[in-house]
């Protein structure tokens, strides 16, 4: 079983910038893709990155393609989420998972507590 642990978010303005932390515990963090989701508020959640073990392939969603950056340690078992340009529809609680490829949106552990993304306008 696999914990993770999701921090960085908070209130920003548009056009501002975040970089949300991801520390995964409980298991070995080699060998494996890891991915950021979101969920907004009354939606469903949605796959927004991810990345390949030794970080050589990384997916974006469309949306935030070009303003969001993946990145991971493996030595400190954290994955990263750079946000940059922010709009108020980045505004959902973030979260991060493992997952089988670097763009699949299937998630293979439980949930944290995610971190919440608020971008005012």
């Known amino acids: 079983q696999v914990q993770l642990v999701e921090s960085g978010g908070g209130l920003v303005q548009t056009g501002g910038s975040l970089r949300l932390s991801c520390v995964a515990s409980?298991?070995?963090?080699?060998?494996?893709?890891m991915g950021w989701f979101r969920q907004a508020p009354g939606k469903e959640r949605e796959f927004v990155a991810g990345?390949?073990?030794?970080?050589?392939?990384?997916y974006y969603t469309d949306s935030v393609q070009g303003r969001f950056t993946i990145s991971r340690d493996n030595a400190k078992n954290t994955v990263y989420l750079q946000m940059n340009s922010l709009k108020p529809e980045d505004t959902a609680v973030y979260y991060c998972?493992?997952?089988?490829?670097?763009?699949?949106?299937?998630?293979?552990?439980?949930w944290g507590q995610g971190t919440l993304v608020t971008v005012s306008s």
């Open positions: 990345i390949s073990w030794y970080a050589f392939n990384t």
């Open positions: 409980g298991r070995t963090f080699r060998d494996v893709a």
């Open positions: 998972n493992r997952v089988p490829t670097v763009a699949s949106p299937q998630a293979l552990d439980a």
